[in-house]
């Protein structure tokens, strides 16, 4: 069979643009190695923050605030509730910039970035924390806070969910449990292998987020790393603390990486709170990396970035999960042409923030296939900047 695109991998980013490409009237079918959506990859976990602000560069923006444009539209086709608008608090331990995901001063840039994008948001002082979120602790007068009213959490199996459902209303064919065993370059197109067979395509685009590098080889194989991440859910003591409305937040107490943690408030008709940390020194194979959770780790996490920082929250774990990232070296994404494979596109490696901005992916990919105007301009994430040793 063949078709006007195949896309590889059907998570965040897949789901996001075979949904865009259907849509658009595209022919186009989707693989992948699982049946999305799964707990195998990097997009589970019941929640995954969303910024409007993003501290991580201000290419993002447009595609963060597309995204959550999305998000609503598909919650009204769909019936079905996929973003929470309960803003974000950015708590600083001190006024020392913190690192993350690459940005030296992550909280500072991304108090830049709200200026200068006009979102809406709020700088706080010390008192002003304490009287408006009482479930924070741990902090002295140096403290400063960033928050932002339209961030929020979605909902990450149910945004898949109902994009891949849209797209085989629409038309797109979809082949789960069907990994994908080679990519050929035909000249006039391009040859996919499976087990079960081969399709083609006028154009490929793979997003198989941590099997990218497997998939393809160098130099993406060399340029990507995977790294698995533990999200701890700890029972609630005093879930007053945690009124409805209570804003997702990270929270940034010393300079290093690992000086910093990010949760959820308690899901409705549930009494815990989702808390990870972030960790870039552990490599793992995308084929077997460890699901279980340490009682030494769970001690580790709680002890550093819950105890006495977050209110109210038991030493008692209800659910963990492992996922991975995969990790470009400056922390950046890849979009861009395969540099050997002719009608390749390679939408991968989002290094830890991703999924905040699939639907926007989705939609800037579909348009640029598609000839249309105003499509998101993708060339922040060129390939040729990790080439250049730029990163």
């Known amino acids: 069979m063949h078709y006007d695109v195949i896309v590889i991998g059907m998570g965040a980013m897949g789901a996001a643009t075979l949904y865009q490409l259907a849509r658009r009237g595209v022919r186009v079918a989707g693989l992948d190695r699982h049946a999305p959506p799964h707990d195998q990859g990097s997009s589970h976990g019941d929640t995954r923050i969303t910024r409007?602000?993003?501290?991580?560069?201000?290419?993002?923006?447009?595609?963060?605030?597309?995204?959550?444009?999305?998000?609503?539209?598909?919650?009204?086709?769909?019936?079905?509730?996929?973003?929470?608008?309960c803003g974000m608090l950015m708590l600083s331990s001190s006024q020392t910039p913190t690192r993350g995901h690459g940005t030296a001063d992550f909280a500072g840039e991304t108090a830049a970035l709200a200026k200068r994008f006009g979102i809406e948001h709020r700088l706080l002082d010390a008192a002003q924390i304490r009287q408006r979120?009482?479930?924070?602790?741990?902090?002295?007068?140096q403290a400063v806070g960033y928050y932002?009213?339209?961030?929020?959490?979605?909902?990450?199996?149910?945004?898949?969910?109902?994009?891949?459902?849209?797209?085989?209303?629409?038309?797109?064919?979809?082949?789960?449990?069907?990994?994908?065993?080679g990519i050929e370059s035909l000249g006039q197109g391009v040859r996919v292998r499976t087990a079960a067979g081969s399709l083609s395509a006028d154009r490929v685009i793979v997003s198989a987020g941590m099997w990218t590098g497997r998939l393809l080889g160098e130099p993406f194989e060399?340029?990507?790393r995977v790294c698995r991440q533990q999200l701890l859910w700890f029972e609630l003591d005093e879930p007053e603390r945690f009124a409805p409305g209570a804003p997702v937040y990270i929270l940034l107490h010393g300079a290093?990486?690992?000086?910093?943690?990010?949760?959820?408030?308690?899901?409705?008709?549930?009494?815990?709170?989702?808390?990870?940390?972030?960790q870039y020194l552990d490599s793992s194979d995308p084929d077997d990396v460890d699901r279980s959770v340490s009682q030494a780790d769970i001690?580790?996490?709680?002890?550093?970035?819950?105890?006495?920082?977050?209110?109210g929250v038991s030493k008692r774990l209800l659910k963990s999960k492992v996922c991975t990232y995969t990790l470009t070296p400056d922390f950046d994404f890849i979009i861009d042409a395969h540099p050997e494979l002719a009608g390749v596109t390679v939408v991968s490696a989002c290094s830890g923030h991703g999924f905040k901005h699939s639907a926007?992916?989705?939609?800037?990919?579909?348009?640029?296939?598609?000839?249309?105007?105003?499509?998101?301009?993708?060339?922040?994430?060129?390939?040729?900047r990790l080439a250049a040793g730029r990163a």
């Open 52 to 85: 409007q602000a993003v501290g991580e560069g201000a290419a993002y923006v447009p595609l963060a605030l597309n995204a959550q444009r999305i998000w609503r539209e598909l919650e009204a086709q769909s019936g079905v509730s996929l973003f929470e608008a």
């Open 133 to 141: 979120f009482p479930q924070f602790g741990g902090f002295g007068e």
């Open 148 to 181: 932002e009213p339209g961030a929020g959490y979605v909902r990450p199996e149910r945004c898949i969910q109902v994009q891949l459902q849209l797209a085989r209303q629409l038309g797109a064919t979809l082949h789960p449990d069907t990994p994908v065993t």
């Open 222 to 224: 060399r340029l990507l």
């Open 256 to 278: 290093a990486d690992t000086d910093s943690c990010y949760g959820f408030p308690p899901l409705p008709g549930e009494n815990a709170i989702k808390i990870a940390t972030e």
């Open 299 to 311: 001690d580790a996490l709680y002890d550093a970035h819950v105890a006495g920082r977050l209110l």
């Open 360 to 384: 926007g992916i989705g939609e800037a990919l579909a348009m640029h296939h598609c000839n249309e105007p105003g499509a998101v301009d993708l060339s922040a994430f060129a390939l040729a």
